[in-house]
């Protein structure tokens, strides 16, 4: 068996932003305080030791709006490993307005394979409000020329920023899915202490993207995308020190939150399909082994919603080892 690849995040907080989005606070988000360098990119590398193979990855900043020679610098310095064989592949993130095509050609140069797009939203007024300085017009145009320059194309999107409600989520991620990417990534909205959207929450401007806003919505955006084929490679924020401290004072932060959006998902179709069957005194559902802890939920929070809603004596949940991992069954 190949040893699985690894990510190795190098954070550019901040860096080619050319405005401050109400909801953002790179640092608190990546735990990085200062912004990344040659030297920086080296020590890293050197610091990882024998392992598998690594794959680079430049985050937290709009990496193809910094200033060039920047860019060459934190790129140059990857390239050794990369020859070597140690780096086998790179990926940044940026904004769809800082896409064009000198900027792809430079990535090309140097090895990078993988290009993210923050879009956050599809709708004008939500981009507008959040101070994004970026269209719905710019991603799709973003997202073409990377697909045609030869890069693997990952959006991300946010649920919950101000001025968008569940529809205007749902209408992004079909817009976004739209354009093909080979990924996606999910972000719930997070007050994080210090931003624009902190002061807005707390005048009343903003209402909280709770977690469990969070996961009704996500429940349905995640089943949209697997029909399309696309896979969602991160929901929600990575847990941090500092955010689990106090830096997120509200909002769709938990450390599980993909595994309570799976858990919704299935809690979903199980309702559909004990109403389907009519279902009455003891009910067994059975579904993939890796499924089991999902369907029961937290505490047995799912089964027992469902002895409740349905009146029923008793529901179990069983492994079936046939069973893909969104299906359920009724034994």
């Known amino acids: 068996m190949t040893p699985r690849r690894r990510i190795l995040p190098i954070f550019v907080p901040h860096a080619g932003c050319p405005n401050q989005c109400v909801f953002c606070d790179q640092r608190r988000i990546s735990g990085s305080l200062f912004p990344a360098s040659g030297a920086q990119v080296r020590r890293a590398l050197e610091e990882l030791g024998p392992g598998p193979e690594v794959e680079l990855a430049f985050y937290g900043g709009s990496f193809t709006a910094v200033d060039p020679a920047l860019q060459e610098e934190l790129l140059q310095a990857a390239e050794p490993y990369r020859r070597r064989g140690r780096v086998t592949a790179i990926r940044i ?4 307005d800082a896409v064009d095509g000198p900027a792809l050609a430079r990535l090309g140069r140097w090895g990078v394979e993988t290009v993210e797009l923050g879009a956050q939203s599809m709708d004008d007024g939500v981009l507008a409000r959040c101070g994004r300085g970026h269209t719905a017009g710019d991603t799709v145009r973003a997202a073409a020329l990377v697909r045609e320059a030869g890069f693997s194309l990952i959006l991300q ?3 919950g920023l101000p001025g968008s409600g569940k529809e205007q989520d749902l209408e992004t991620a079909r817009r976004l899915a739209d354009l093909q990417p080979e990924g996606m990534r999910i972000y719930p909205t997070v007050v994080l202490r210090g931003t624009e959207l902190e002061a807005m929450w707390r ?3 903003y209402r909280e993207h ?4 969070a996961v009704r919505v996500c429940a349905r955006i995640l089943p ?5 084929g696309i896979p969602v490679i ?8 500092e955010l689990s401290a106090g830096g997120a004072v509200a909002g769709a932060y938990h450390p599980a939150l993909g595994e309570l959006v799976r858990s919704r998902i299935l809690l979903d179709r199980a309702r559909r399909l004990l109403a389907e069957a ?3 005194g003891e009910a067994v559902l059975g579904v993939c082994p890796a499924r089991v802890s999902a ?3 937290w505490k047995r929070c799912n089964l027992r919603c469902l002895e409740e809603e349905f009146s029923l004596a008793r529901v179990r949940v069983t492994a079936c080892p046939g069973l893909k991992k969104e299906d359920i069954r009724l034994l």
């Open 93 to 96: 993130s940026t904004r769809p």
């Open 157 to 159: 999107m946010m649920t």
């Open 203 to 205: 005048r009343g401007e």
């Open 210 to 213: 709770t977690v469990e806003d």
């Open 224 to 228: 949209l995308l697997e029909e399309r």
């Open 234 to 241: 991160r929901l929600g924020l990575n847990p941090t020190e």
């Open 278 to 280: 009519g279902a009455t």
């Open 295 to 297: 369907m029961t939920g």
